[in-house]
């Protein structure tokens, strides 16, 4: 086990929520009911690439979503509210608010990567939004957009323009979702870039409460929803080092895996490299030592 990290892995989850109703499984995370308005939310330590969840975990991965998540959420909740309620002890479990979940992806994008460079590279737009000839890839965005996406039950989710969004949650709850996520996504790239790191994109997802009102709920700019980049070492024109699961992805792909489930083993240089640029992510943004949030998650919420 890495240093610094706790005991914990799937296993372990089971005495805590065994008084719960399981009522859900994530690629990442299980979903227990604890009453008719509160949901447990546990954040294991699996690691998915392609859609395919790996048979390795990463030490603490959990942890690190868990309470970047709940940082955002302390910091955020002025202009949003959002779903947590409280952390437990364990560090990765949540209690949260139930709420009825919004089918759409909320994506921002700061910076030309990911799906938003290959529509680009087709197209020359993406979502919807026509974007300046020349672009390379990387490259820092005119000014951020909202690209919003599909929720994919199985496979990807697929980017689409704000004409089949507004079918999906009606064009004043679009407006909204827009505003807020922009403004989110402003706050955090403020937040991280004083701090070293570039929010490339990320994404929110969002629910209503029984009155109708919007809140932020399942993870929130984590290296899981999030392209986090190193600022001292950005150099548009490529793809860019980064603090999430990318390492992992270069790993599978320099095998030869067809992408096709069983995901391959992780050899343990890159679960080891994987956690320490989670942790890494963590305490740059937190300016929290992880050690002390294993000992007590409640330091996030200060």
């Known amino acids: 086990m890495s240093e610094g990290s706790r005991p914990g892995g799937e296993s372990a989850l089971l005495p805590e929520t065994i008084a719960a109703a399981h009522v859900a499984s994530g690629k990442v995370r299980e979903l227990y009911a604890l009453d008719d308005k509160r949901l447990l939310l546990v954040t294991s330590d699996r690691i998915s690439t392609f859609d395919v969840v790996l048979p390795t975990e990463v030490p603490d991965k959990g942890r690190v979503l868990t309470g970047l998540s709940a940082f955002w ?15 437990r ?23 030309l990567t990911g799906s938003g460079w290959k529509d680009y590279c087709a197209t020359g737009a993406t979502s919807g939004h026509v974007l300046p000839a020349g672009l390379v890839e990387s490259a820092l965005l005119p000014e951020p957009i909202f690209t919003p996406s ?30 807020v996520a922009l403004e989110l996504y402003r706050i955090a790239s403020e937040h991280a ?55 992992v992805r270069d790993y599978c792909e320099s095998l030869g895996w067809d992408k096709a ?7 343990e240089e890159v679960v080891s490299g994987t956690r320490a640029r989670y942790v890494e992510a963590f305490e740059r943004l937190t300016e929290i030592p992880f050690g002390d949030y294993l000992d007590n998650p409640h330091v996030v919420l200060r």
């Open 73 to 87: 959420f302390a910091r955020t909740r002025k202009l949003v509210p959002n779903h947590l309620l409280d952390l």
């Open 261 to 267: 489930p069983p995901g391959p083993a992780l050899p």
């Open 89 to 111: 002890p364990d560090g990765r479990s949540s209690e949260c608010r139930r709420l009825w979940m919004l089918p759409l992806e909320c994506v921002v994008r700061g910076y």
């Open 150 to 179: 599909t929720k994919a039950e199985t496979g990807h989710d697929e980017n689409i323009d704000a004409a089949r969004a507004a079918e999906l949650v009606g064009a004043e709850r679009l407006s909204e979702l827009e505003r």
């Open 193 to 247: 870039g004083a701090r070293g790191i570039l929010i490339a994109d990320t994404k929110f997802e969002f629910g209503l409460d029984p009155d109708g009102r919007l809140v932020l709920a399942d993870e929130a700019l984590t290296p899981d929803s999030s392209r986090f980049w190193a600022a001292e070492s950005y150099t548009p024109g490529g793809p860019q080092p980064s603090f999430d699961k990318q390492f």
